[in-house]
């Protein structure tokens, strides 16, 4: 017994117990990064991703080169590749009906063992899968609502609150947020969607790194390579 316990009491057993907690039921790349005080529940992390401190992430799929900074709070997502994902953001927080007497979980919930069983023919749905696109751009303190799609490349300011769905490209600032512009004029958004960079291998993306700061031209080559 006493040998049992000094294993237990081991600290490299120990993170790695730990470890089984924290990364429950969950697959993650052996090229991504968890950085220490990060929960993960039923989530996919894709390689060269990168979980930062004290994230918790719920049924979370995180594409590749994305990372999720310090403190950030995720449930019922699909995050695209190459995202940018700031401090304290919150994504799928959960609904609560507006049209009900009350608005408590007490009435309608049964996730919560302590209240009585709900009435099973109450409808509504408390969860809903948020989309966020590749090369999305997320602020530090914003939060996005329930079934909301960000679409690619845009970008959610920081302390925003998103309410509504956001075009690719855009700049979206306030509470509620609103689209205060558009990275690229139409043209050269359509463009980079057709691109699909974010898909190409990392062999293409490390030769044409140095295009990335050109948008013109990169658009321009990337045409030309379809012909």
């Known amino acids: 017994m006493g040998i049992i316990k000094k294993i237990i ?13 924290t990364w429950k039921s969950s697959s993650v790349h052996p090229n991504a990064t968890i950085l220490p005080g990060a929960v993960l529940r039923s989530c996919h992390i894709s390689e060269w991703a ?25 449930a019922n997502c699909a995050i695209g590749p190459f ?15 507006l049209n009900f007497v009350s608005s408590h979980p007490f009435f309608y919930s049964n996730e919560h063992p302590q209240y009585p069983p709900a009435n099973s023919s109450v409808e509504f749905l408390q969860n809903e899968t948020v ?37 690719p490209y855009a700049v979206v600032a306030g509470v509620p947020a609103r689209i205060v512009r558009y990275r690229f ?8 969607q057709r691109s699909r960079w974010w898909d190409k291998d990392d062999q293409w993306l490390a ?20 012909k």
């Open 131 to 167: 989309m966020i696109g590749a090369d999305v751009w997320i602020g530090l303190n914003a939060v996005i609502l329930d079934g909301m799609s960000i679409g690619d490349g845009a970008v959610v300011a920081a302390n925003a609150v998103v309410t509504r769905d956001v075009p």
């Open 185 to 192: 004029d139409e043209e050269t958004r359509v463009a980079l």
């Open 9 to 21: 009491a081991n600290p490299v057993v120990r993170y790695y117990r730990d470890l089984l907690v």
């Open 50 to 74: 990168t979980v930062g401190h004290d994230v918790n992430l719920v049924n979370v799929n995180v594409g590749r080169y994305s990372y999720i900074s310090i403190g950030s709070r995720l």
């Open 83 to 97: 995202c940018s994902i700031g401090g304290n953001v919150v994504v799928a927080p959960g609904r609560h009906p």
């Open 207 to 226: 030769a044409n790194k140095n295009k990335f700061t050109d948008v013109q031209r990169f658009v321009n080559e990337m045409h030309e390579g379809e």
